[in-house]
Structure formats: C-alpha cells, structure tokens
C-alpha cells in the first residue's frame, strides 16, 4: 500500500516557476515508478511525467518546461515546471504505478493539488 499527498500548488502568472511535491508513505516506494498526471477542467485527465528506472519520460506539451526528479531516500517525487502558461491550469496528480504508469498503469492516486496560471 502507497499514501501519496500533493504539496506546492498555487496561483501564478504565465512565464512564473512552480515545484510540485508528492510524498508518498510505504515500505515499497521504491518498486513502483512515480509520475504526475494532470486534468483541466471539462478535459481527460493527461499524462505529464514520470520517472521510470534508467528513464525520465514527458508529455508532449510540458517537454522542456517541467522536470521530475524522485528522492527514495525522502520518498519523494517533485516536478518543477518553469515558463508556466494558462494552459498549463489544472489539478496536478501524483502516481504511483508500473513501468507503462505513462498508459495508465497506475496502481494508487493522490488526491490532487491545484495550479492556476493567470495570463
């Protein structure tokens, strides 16, 4: 079993930076790979990243803006996302899955946290 609590969103302008955490709790943290996913409103939810062993793996609309990174001895995974655009609003999840996590393999969720970026 895997808890998984979201930290760091807000509310900023478009070009702003933001840091997105997800600490996750378990003894198995390390054997599952970790990724974010993200759903705008009236949207699907959309991959983002994820960090995979020997991989670090995009979306298409955030590849050179975000940057995931994973702590195992924090249990920990963060995404930093620079140059940030209006589009780019929506509530931001953390994942916890396998090594397709990027098709939908995921095995836990956490609840969410909201980023809103003004133009």
């Known amino acids: 079993q895997v808890h998984l609590v979201e930290s760091g969103g807000g509310l900023v302008q478009a070009g702003d930076s933001l840091r997105l955490s997800c600490a996750a709790s378990g003894r198995t943290f390390t054997s599952y790979a970790m990724g974010w996913f993200r759903q705008a409103p009236g949207k699907e939810r959309e991959f983002v990243a994820a960090v995979i062993p020997g991989s670090r793996l995009y979306g298409d609309s955030v590849k050179g803006r975000f940057t995931i990174s994973r702590d195992n001895a924090k249990n920990t995974v963060s995404l930093q996302m620079d140059s940030l655009k209006p589009e780019d609003t929506a509530v931001y999840y953390c994942?916890?899955?396998?090594?397709?996590?990027?098709?939908?393999?995921?095995?836990?969720w956490g609840k969410g946290t909201l980023v809103t970026v003004s133009s």
């Open positions: 994942a916890a899955g396998g090594r397709l996590i990027r098709d939908g393999a995921v095995d836990y």
